[in-house]
């Protein structure tokens, strides 16, 4: 099976320069929920979808401080990330490395600005307030990708697409 010209000259899958190609950047900007890959405290799969924040080195998703998912990232901080699109084709984004993990108190700044670019302002700061109370604990989980790989069915495909498949997508 060969590769397109295109992406034979691009990175290869795992590349953290693939961070700055037009479809990462597209996805990294979008209001579109992460989905997050961990393992639980019993070592079987978790998937949970997650409003997230890209700062231009991080995926930022925030959670509240005395959950299972903190106490299972503490244990087995090896994660990984997709976003993605519906629309044909597909667009997607997968990100893997080691999340860090900081509680603060009160509400978490990264976790305010998520609310409120996917709620609105009105409806993210009335949310906002009704959770802000004594005593909460947030905890900031961070990742920066150590492994990148794109998709978008044109140009990138999975590495052993078979060609038909490739050739319905229009790809090369």
Same mark, same amino acid.
């Given at each position: ?7 034979? %000259? ?13 479809? %990462? ?85 990264? +976790? ?14 009335? +949310? ?45």
């Amino acid at each position: 099976m060969s590769l397109s010209n295109s992406q034979a %000259a691009s990175p290869r899958q795992g590349d953290v320069t693939l961070l700055n190609s037009p479809v %990462a950047q597209r996805l990294l900007a979008a209001p579109l929920l992460a989905r997050l890959a961990y393992s639980g405290y019993d070592g079987t799969p978790r998937l949970i979808p997650m409003n997230f924040l890209w700062t231009g080195e991080e995926v930022v998703v925030g959670a509240f401080a005395g959950t299972y998912k903190i106490r299972d990232l503490r244990a087995r901080p090896d994660v990984a990330i997709s976003i993605d699109t519906a629309d044909r084709p597909p667009q997607v984004l997968m990100l893997r490395g080691r999340v860090t993990l900081a509680e603060v108190e009160g509400i978490l700044p990264e +976790y305010a600005e998520m609310q409120r670019a996917g709620m609105g302002d009105e409806a993210g700061n009335a +949310y906002l307030e009704a959770i802000d109370k004594p005593g909460l604990r947030m905890v900031r989980i961070g990742l920066r990708p150590t492994w990148v790989g794109v998709l978008d069915f044109q140009e990138r495909f999975p590495e052993l697409t078979p060609e038909p498949v490739r050739a319905a997508f229009g790809g090369r």
